[in-house]
């Protein structure tokens, strides 16, 4: 089983030729609500990719709440522990331009209520095989949800932002993109920032979006996994689909160059459909994609 303590956000996009300048009204061509937020991205991209998994984390008591939680229960994620608290629920708020260039902002309303997992919570991160972690809830809880134990460690350190000791000291895995390993390690070669990342943690990957990703172990182990070549249509939530199926693939028991191309192809066959939760495979295409 597999935890994910983190954020649910509602996307809320709007479709326009160009974003607004300040003080400026425009009409826009299309909009949409779709649920995402790293932690229910990563959520589902599991539990598509073939594992069980419980999400903790919390929606607000709006209209949007509800619907979050639909989402992660539709793809089959336990949401139990899924807190509803006072007020809004995360938003995104998200304006995409043609040609793709979006502007975000984030709100994170019930995401930043979320306090450090006690008493069922905890016990349900202590006995999952591997938890779960992105940087969208406040530090303090993330660091008491990673210093649970009995679970291996996963962070995705997205947002990028200074890790604290106490954190580091917990992370059996980190997975940042290209840009978040260099903000992390302030080397801007991945292979350099790769090396830099294990002198803080035993095991990292580096994704490289469409160039692949790194991997790099301190018992020496150093791989490199070329991305499947596709035609992406929307890089969106590449990167959880990706944390979400690695964390699959090592649990069941995969070695890393195994897990690596798991993950790899979940993650390509994402990036060929739009969207973020929308897009993620299901463990049978990962597999006829691997097998083909
Ligand atoms: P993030 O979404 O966090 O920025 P990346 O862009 O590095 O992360 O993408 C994560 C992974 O998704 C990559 O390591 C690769 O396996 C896959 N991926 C991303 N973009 C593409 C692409 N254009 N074609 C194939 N695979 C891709």
Known sequence: MISVFGSANMDLVAYVAQAPKPGETLTGREFRT???GKGANQAIAAARAGADVAFLGAVGDDAFGPVLRAALAEAGVEVAALRVV?????????VV???GDN???????????VTGPVGRDAEIIGRSDALLLQLELPMDAVVAAAQVPGTEVILTPAPAVPLPAELLETVDLLVPNEHEAAALTGRDDPRDALEALLDLVPEAVVTLGARGALYGSRDGTRLREAAVPVRAVDTTA????????LAVA???GADPARALRFASAAAALSVQREGASTSMPHRHEIDRLLEG
Do not use: L, Y
Request: no cysteine; net charge negative.
């Open 250 to 252: 090592r649990t069941e």
């Open 86 to 94: 006072p007020g809004p629920s995360g938003v995104a708020h998200i």
């Open 238 to 245: 590449a990167g959880d689909t990706f944390a979400g199926a």
């Open 103 to 113: 502007s975000i902002i984030v709100v994170p309303g019930a995401n930043g209520a």
């Open 34 to 36: 779709i649920p995402g």
């Open 97 to 99: 331009q043609d040609g």
